[in-house]
């Protein structure tokens, strides 16, 4: 099994006595700033570095752990005997 997903599931079960903060729809992602555009850079290093950190920092937002109390991932690739 991924261990990735192992891992999900353990962090969920372990949150399930915790309230869950969000009682309405959220996107994590509001209020990030937009991805870089590669023409506002002068070379591709300096965009491609600008781009990962703002994807290293999406990532940061949108998956606190907050965000994912008492959520079970689910796998397509999960079996259920």
């Given at each position: 099994m991924d261990p990735d997903y192992t891992r999900a599931v353990k962090v969920g079960?372990?949150?399930l006595s915790q309230p869950f903060v969000h009682t309405e729809a959220f996107n994590p992602a509001d209020?990030?700033?937009d991805s870089p555009v590669e023409a506002d850079y002068d070379s591709t290093e300096a965009y491609e570095a600008v781009e990962d950190a703002y994807w290293a920092r999406c990532?940061?937002?949108v998956f606190r752990p907050e965000h994912s109390i008492v959520a079970?991932?689910?796998s397509?690739?999960?079996r259920v005997p």
């Open positions: 079960i372990e949150t209020g990030l700033p990532e940061d937002v079970l991932p689910v397509p690739w999960l």
